[in-house]
């Protein structure tokens, strides 16, 4: 009989568990798991209160963790240690976000498998491990075609009056904001990248102005110059995304994968589908 699984694919405000066996899955939400703002026993207390309850009469015997943060040594231990301490004796495995939307996107196959949400990401992953890895420089120098870099640019076209006035209304009676307002959240403020990744909506509500259009295509061939070009392996194998930006714009890639003569594989909102099948 197939072992009882635990999967999980935690971001830092997020995470979303799956328990596969038996011929049923079970999807429970917990807060994030990052690492970097939470140490071994905050995360045990989390789990405790959020994940254990809704485990009742269920006896895991494998656990899958992809979160952000556990490309660090220190901080992967440290979620291993949370997780071996609420379930001894049990088999954990920890691997960070990037592994996880691999396995999810490509399964055991070869091919580039990219992450296009609040931040944005690449590798080429060879079936068995990630061999090569665009660098992500973060929000501030890079995360080219992310809800945050797109973000940015709907602001940078409000501030610099650059849309027409039909989309300056727009944005004025949705955002009900200033420009001091918005330099204080971008600056200030927590999580810049998150409040930047907020104003992409802007971009799905007004598809087909060709300021909205020129932002996402903008965005999307940065991305493709900047990452997906850089892998020899992309003219070779299927090229796979996941992400809400990805498959909130999805057509904008098809579109551009085609132009570049690029095949697009999967397009997946977010990685915990193809986890399940990956681990089945």
Not at 65 to 88: D, H, I
Not at 248 to 266: P, S, T
Request: glycine residues 10%; proline residues 4%; hydrophobic residues 40%.
């Amino acid at each position: 009989m197939p072992a009882i699984k635990l999967i999980a694919d935690s971001g830092s405000t997020k995470a979303e568990w799956c328990i596969i066996g038996k011929g049923r899955n079970k999807t429970i939400f917990t807060d994030g798991i990052s690492p970097y703002f939470l140490n071994t026993a905050q995360i045990i207390e989390l789990l405790r209160q959020q994940l254990i309850p809704h485990l009742k009469n269920t006896v895991i015997e494998e656990i899958y963790f992809y979160g952000t943060g556990n490309k660090n040594p220190v901080n992967r231990k440290s979620v291993v240690k949370a997780l071996k301490t609420l379930f001894p004796g049990v088999y954990v495995e920890v691997d960070h976000d990037l592994m996880g939307a691999a396995r999810a996107l490509c399964g055991h196959g070869k091919g580039v498998a990219c992450i296009l949400g609040t931040g944005s990401n690449s590798c080429f992953f060879n079936g068995r491990k990630i061999v090569k890895n665009s660098p992500g420089l973060g929000y501030v120098l890079g995360d080219e075609g992310s809800g945050a870099y797109l973000g940015r640019k709907v602001l940078q076209y409000y501030l610099y009056n650059t849309f027409d006035e039909d989309l300056r209304s727009r944005f004025d009676a949705k955002y009900v904001t200033n420009a001091s307002e918005i330099l204080d959240n971008v600056y200030k403020k927590p999580l810049p990248n998150k409040y930047l990744a907020s104003f992409a909506l802007f971009l799905a509500e007004n598809r087909g102005h060709y300021m909205i259009e020129n932002i996402i295509e903008d965005g999307f061939n940065d991305f493709f110059f900047n990452h997906v070009y850089k892998y020899r392996e992309s003219w070779t194998y299927p090229i796979h995304f996941v992400g809400g930006v990805a498959y909130g714009f999805r057509d904008v890639l098809l579109e551009m994968a085609a132009g570049y003569e690029l095949e697009i594989g999967k397009i997946l909102k977010n990685p915990m589908e193809g986890l399940i099948d990956y681990h089945k």
